[in-house]
């Protein structure tokens, strides 16, 4: 027997890794210093009450055999669907039920969507990226292109048409620069993406943390973008599902490759390899969409949205140049000083106690250049920034 050759294209992930061997050596040498996490990227605030409350109710569903739910449709329950279709709508895109799956989350649906497509097809990423992208690539032994997002086009690549390119990805607002695009540069993938008959797989895990009204929440805000994109979503950072586990990919039936609907091909690969989200997990993401659970779940975002402003604030006092915070969790700053994205790092840990994640981890123009967060709680996220403060005056 042979073995996938191309796991040995990985590189080890050492970013995590390094950054939790470095925090803990520091804190060895150091017991008495209290270190705050701006590093992380996982949510701090609990479910909120509307979606505790609706699976508490599932659950009671289930240990009753008149209500008790066993297998359900792969591609998830009505009631979640038309909740998801009526959030759409309020944006003006009408989808069809049969439109969306779905899921247990945005990562496995961005890594299962390959089946889909010939591992001879060539995918364009951009540089930094959310690293799942590229790893699912190269597990298939996919031929990579890779797409410079920097400090000139503030890390919003567009297309170069001397690209060919058959699967595009893109991810807004970013992970993990907090770059958002507009309504025209979207435009301008769409039209490219249509012009070379590439698909577009567009994550859309945050857009619920877009505050300002003119930028596209979904690519299907964008003309044309039906014939050639796939979206995915999360109620990870939505709605707090990072443990619970609930996301959903729309596949419009306007999609086709070589005359193929990708929705068709879609439905069959979930129905041969996954068997949906459980019953209880459902009512729970059908909760969110409720008016009740769209207050609640604002006022969780709002918090972390004030977070982001505290730090992009202390960062615009220091001078420093940084994306995101306004529409995103995510704040990608410049290192002050020259410094490169593990200087930096250092630096944070040891003078201010404060820890971020290094640019160079998401990719080769991600050095010199640093990711903090917005979803740690606001005492500690205040505490930081003015440590923040006082460490840039020591630069
Ligand atoms: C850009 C992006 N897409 C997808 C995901 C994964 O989301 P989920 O928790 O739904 O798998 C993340 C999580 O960090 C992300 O940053």
């Not at 294209?9 to 210093?33: G, R």
């Not at 990227?41 to 609990?46: A, I, R, S």
């Not at 008149?66 to 669907?81: A, L, N, R």
Request: aromatic letters at 12%.
């Amino acid at each position: 027997m042979k073995l996938n050759e191309h796991f040995s294209d990985l590189q080890d992930s050492y970013l995590f890794s390094t950054i939790a061997h470095k925090v803990a050596a520091y804190q060895q040498e150091h017991p008495e210093k209290e270190i705050i996490r701006l590093g992380i990227g996982d949510v701090t605030l609990p479910l909120c009450d509307a979606v505790v409350q609706a699976m508490h109710r599932a659950v009671d569903e289930m240990g009753r055999k008149e209500s008790f739910h066993g297998y359900g449709p792969e591609q998830g329950y009505d009631f979640v669907k038309e909740a998801l279709q009526g959030y759409y709508a309020k944006r003006g895109v009408v989808l069809d039920l049969q439109e969306i799956f779905v899921s247990d989350g945005a990562k496995s649906d961005v890594g299962n969507i390959l089946d889909l497509f010939s591992s001879e097809n060539t995918v364009l990423i951009p540089d930094p990226v959310y690293p799942v992208y590229v790893d699912t690539n190269l597990m298939a032994g996919r031929k990579i292109v890779y797409l410079d997002a920097n400090e000139q086009n503030g890390f919003l690549p567009l297309p170069d048409p001397s690209i060919k390119a058959d699967i595009i990805y893109l991810c807004s607002p970013n992970n993990p620069t907090g770059a958002v695009y507009s309504r025209d540069q979207l435009k301008a993938w769409v039209d490219y993406a249509r012009e070379c008959g590439a698909v577009i797989l567009f994550d859309a895990a945050y857009e619920a943390f877009l505050s300002d009204p003119a930028l596209p929440r979904s690519i299907f805000e964008i003309e044309g973008a039906k014939e050639c994109a796939i979206e995915f979503c999360s109620l990870s950072k939505t709605a707090g599902f990072t443990g619970t586990r609930c996301g959903y990919t729309v596949v419009p039936l306007a999609l086709e490759q070589e005359g193929v609907s990708l929705n068709k091909l879609w439905l069959r690969r979930q129905t041969t390899k996954f068997n949906g989200v459980p019953y209880i997990v459902q009512r729970g993401a059908e909760a969110v969409f409720t008016e009740q659970g769209q207050r609640q779940i604002h006022k969780a975002i709002d918090y972390y949205r004030e977070n982001a402003r505290m730090i992009a604030g202390a960062l615009r006092e220091m001078g420093i140049w940084f994306t995101g915070g306004e529409n995103s969790p995510y704040i990608w700053l410049k290192c002050p000083g020259g410094l490169s994205s593990w200087e930096y790092f250092d630096r944070l840990l040891t003078e201010a106690n404060v820890v971020g994640t290094p640019g160079a981890g998401f990719g080769k123009n991600g050095e010199g250049f640093f990711r903090l967060t917005a979803f740690g709680d606001r005492d500690s996220t205040a505490e930081a920034v003015s440590r923040l403060k006082k460490l840039s005056l020591s630069n």
